[in-house]
């Protein structure tokens, strides 16, 4: 049997693929989050997925059990699920999501690689979120990198500096880069004192981002109200925090005299 499993093989159109990874990547689900809105504002099909089996420890990515409606259950395996539709007039749009392999990444990352390039795909887009020391209440800072800088300054977009562990999405856009594709990575920077997930105004930065980047308009008000009502909540919670509400003004004096 196939390590891929294919529902559908459409004839795409200059297809753009958009990669994102719950776990190690995904701080407060902020990247899962983006890019679940945006293939539901678009009505994206289910197009292939891979094989759990090859790239999954079940021991730590646990399959789930779901009832259906009459009562019958069913498990839920984890894998990377790839769905496709029209992006815009003369381009499609293929979305991946999934968890972050645990086994195999070489193997993984050949794998999605070469099923892009038989998708036609000629542009990447990656979308993470990670734990930072930053204000809650600043708007959420995205940075990221290019394989051509001009577009992280279209996009407003500062240049990440980072070295250290990766996970599986900068290995990824290390391998569609010696592939020659056109690679986009973004990531939201959110606050490290607040554990709280779902974090919806890292999405809403996310996919606002997004959206300037793949020329198109969705409905954002909906994570636009989460968003709000999520930092109203935070701000209650640092200011009924004694040591909380000092830690953030220590942040903010850090900040004011950088």
Not at 47 to 59: C, N, R, S, V, Y
Not at 90 to 116: K, M, N, Q, S, T
Not at 209 to 219: Q, S
Request: proline share 7%.
């Amino acid at each position: 049997m196939s390590v891929l499993r294919k529902h559908d093989e459409p004839a795409l159109v200059d297809p753009t693929l958009l990669l994102a990874f719950e776990g190690w990547n995904d701080a407060g689900e902020a990247a899962s989050v983006a890019t679940r809105c945006l293939a539901r504002a678009l009505g994206l099909s289910p197009l292939a997925e891979l094989d759990p089996d090859e790239f999954f420890d079940f021991t730590v990515q646990r399959p789930h059990v779901k009832l259906d409606p009459g009562g019958a259950r069913a498990i839920e395996w984890p894998s990377l699920g790839f769905e496709f539709g029209a992006l815009r007039e003369g381009r499609d749009l293929v979305v991946g999501i999934g968890p972050e392999p645990h086994l195999r990444w070489r193997e993984f990352c050949d794998l999605v690689a070469g099923y892009a390039g038989e998708l036609g795909v000629r542009r990447v887009v990656l979308l993470g979120a990670y734990l930072a020391d930053v204000v809650y209440s600043r708007p959420v800072q995205v940075s990221g990198f290019a394989s051509n800088p001009d577009w992280l300054t279209e996009l407003s977009v500062s240049a990440s500096r980072y070295e250290g562990p990766t996970g599986i999405v900068g290995v990824l856009g290390q391998r569609f880069q010696d592939e020659g594709l056109d690679v986009v990575s973004l990531w939201a920077g959110l606050p490290h004192y607040i554990n709280a997930t779902p974090n919806p105004r890292g999405a809403l930065a996310l996919l606002q981002h997004l959206t300037r980047c793949l020329e198109i308009k969705i409905d954002e008000a909906p994570l636009e109200a989460q968003a709000a009502e999520f930092e109203q909540r935070t701000s209650e919670l640092v200011a009924n925090d004694p040591e909380l509400a000092e830690y953030v003004r220590e942040l903010k004096r850090r900040e004011f005299a950088q």
